[in-house]
């Protein structure tokens, strides 16, 4: 966990981030993969050689495709057919199975991409579905794991923790890690306009999913992994916001990182600009801005917003 000396430096408070790029494939995911496969292992679900499926085109995507590589497992994969052919290749890279479900179908479809792997998993037995936005054991990773480790690094002293929320497990996880430190710290979570999320935590009618940029965030449905009781607050971002950041981080800190760190930054500036004093704020930089040099440090693509 790291010290952003300059960035947000036109507040008091202080900023720290926890970087998660330096993983073997560059993302926090990659702990989620490990950790979801070894539990499967450990309580006899899955063995190697086994079938597993989630749905995934981004860094979970790469991370399990790592870990099955390692231990001898069969990956298929869920994407998007709108999915770009530079991810594809990556994933064909590791010699995954890919399955690209049309992306138009509205998310309660059972060939949906968030419900294909789920209806895939049931009408094949011997296939083990991930499920990544479910499966508890991904909050369990990030509270025995990712959460202790920023309890020590931080030493208790932050008196926020913001996050975006993708599954919820990594969020959840944390803040249930750090409050139990310090139950005066409030974790604050960052959803994209067009996510569930934030209608979710609040009570709100859901609102009809809609596309954003803020690749890696935001989810069409609600997810079990979300827990409201290690939850304080949501924050919406617009998407320009979040990858107007990315490009300051750069500016900054020389730090060239990924569209939800992006969000991530931008929540804690709000935060920043609404206690207007020294609080201690810590986020997490979940991967590097290398995966999105096509996008998000594009000049044309990032005008066209």
């Not at 794991?145 to 920023?150: A, K, M, P, S």
């Not at 996880?173 to 935590?201: C, T």
């Not at 600009?273 to 979940?286: M, Q």
Request: net charge negative.
């Amino acid at each position: 966990m790291i010290h952003l000396h300059n960035f947000g430096s036109e507040y008091p408070a202080k900023f720290y981030a926890k970087m998660e790029y330096f993983n073997p494939t560059c993302s926090l995911k990659d702990r989620i993969a490990l950790y979801l496969i070894e539990k499967a292992e450990a309580s006899g679900v899955i063995k190697p050689g086994d079938k597993i499926i989630e749905n995934s085109s981004g860094n979970t995507a790469t991370g399990l495709a790592i870990v099955s590589k390692q231990k001898e497992y069969k990956l298929i994969l869920v994407v998007r057919d709108t999915l770009t052919p530079d991810k594809r290749r990556v994933l064909e890279t590791f010699g995954v199975d890919i399955i690209a479900v049309d992306a138009t179908l509205d998310a309660q479809s059972p060939y949906s991409y968030n419900n294909y792997a789920r209806t895939f998993a049931n009408d094949n037995p011997g296939v083990w579905f991930v499920d990544q936005h479910d499966n508890l054991d991904n909050f369990e990773a990030h509270y025995l794991l990712t959460g202790q480790e920023i309890c020590r690094q931080s030493e208790g002293k932050l008196d926020y923790f913001v996050g975006s929320m993708g599954t919820g497990g990594t969020l959840s996880g944390i803040g249930k890690a750090l409050k139990e430190q310090n139950p005066n710290i409030k974790i604050i979570g960052v959803d994209p306009k067009g996510s569930v999320f934030r209608d979710y935590f609040y009570g709100n009618p859901l609102p009809k999913p809609m596309g954003h940029h803020l690749e890696g965030i935001g989810n069409a449905l609600p997810t079990a992994n979300v827990m409201r009781e290690f939850i304080d607050e949501i924050l919406e971002i617009q998407d320009i916001e979040g990858l107007k950041i990315v490009r300051r981080l750069v500016k900054d800190e020389g730090i060239i990182a990924g569209p939800s760190a992006g969000a991530n930054l931008w929540a804690a500036l709000q935060i920043a600009e609404r206690e207007g004093r020294e609080v201690a704020i810590g986020t997490i930089i979940g991967d590097t801005g290398y995966k999105y040099t096509s996008t998000l440090f594009d000049d044309e693509w990032l005008n066209s917003l």
